[in-house]
């Protein structure tokens, strides 16, 4: 089932924070989340695993709720550079779900000088 | 390091028509990915592949789509016959390893995609 992303867009000055959340109704191993540019491929941001480890881009940083099936990623002091669409996408704990990532709709973030 | 490469970026064909979309990914990589995406969408899994076997491909509608990954490398994704519905982006893929097995080395590196217009 895919999992539901808020807000669905999200418009900014330079130097603004956003938060971008993602919710699943399942449980989850893990949350990786991706920037997408118009025309362009997805790009790693961040991956979030079950049990706290996490690794991604310096700049940025998320948070996991395991028992909330719940991630959200925190944007800070955003540049233009951020603008995009924003995924998550879910891997769910245990059985088939293993191994298969499933992408939320996406959030469009666009931020203005 | 090269990234994931696909080819052709652009394809227009008619409906009943075949096709097909080609992708290397980056050396060393065993996991392949096939996603399509239709527009104002998350990218949607078609096939998994770990090196030459398909461990995932339940959602891949096999009437009209077929996948190979010859010598755990390059991979072809082919639609015969297209249909209008089938218009969208599809991407390629690739991990160093395999989910849920990897924790944090699972990220995937995506390909520029090639979009598909089916008229």
Known sequence: ?113 | EAGVVQSPRYKIIEKKQPVAFWCNPISGHNTLYWYRQNLGQGPELLIRYENEEAVDDSQLPKDRFSAERLKGVDSTLKIQPAELGDSAVYLCASSPWGMGLAGLNNEQFFGPGTRLTVL
């Open chain 1, 1 to 113: 089932q895919q999992p539901v992303q808020s807000p669905q867009a999200v418009i900014l000055r330079e130097g603004e924070d956003a938060v971008i959340n993602c919710s699943s109704s399942k449980a989850l191993y893990s949350v990786h989340w991706y920037r997408q540019k118009h025309g362009e491929a997805p790009v790693f941001l961040m991956i979030l695993l079950k049990g706290g480890e996490q690794k991604g881009h310096e700049k940025i940083s998320a948070s996991f709720n395991e028992k909330k099936q719940q991630s959200s990623l925190y944007l800070t002091a955003s540049q233009l550079s951020y603008s995009g669409t924003y995924f998550c996408g879910t891997e769910g704990a245990g059985g088939t779900s293993y191994g298969k990532l499933t992408f939320g709709q996406g959030t469009i973030l666009t931020v203005h000088p």
